[in-house]
């Protein structure tokens, strides 16, 4: 079985962070709780950040560079999947607004520590490919915008 390079993992964090930026942090709790399909697909991002966020605890050398609390973030993936009916809508909302802008700008200060940054260009490359064929025009303008930062 191929191993899937830990860059890649980082980038489906930053996606999945420009997905809830996108569809849930400038909504009123009201707005966000109530709206059914907005709540689904922010739980199922923190789902995925979580699974990455996984993978990354497997390398060290990604964990101890980092000022994120990778378990935590793997901890709330858990709660999230195994124990829904037990998410605390009000605390999602304090996370989207408290916690992931600053675990974006925790990722982009790691990638942007590295001298060589040749890899996480590549898997942003690779995935705009991959979401450009899926038509996420969104995701690929976001993704976008992180390669000119980082060039």
Known sequence: M?????ELFLVDILVGIDRINRNAAKLSFEKFFSDENIFNATTR???????????LLDNPSFVRESDTEWRKIVDFRNLITHNYFG???KMVFEIIHEDVPKLEKDILNLINRKKDRSDILQAIADTKEELTTLNRRESVAY?????????
């Open 143 to 151: 993704l976008e915008k992180i390669e000119k930062i980082l060039k």
């Open 2 to 6: 191929h191993k899937r390079p830990q």
């Open 45 to 55: 991002e923190f789902s995925m950040i979580g699974e990455a966020a996984k993978h």
């Open 87 to 89: 998410v605390i809508p």
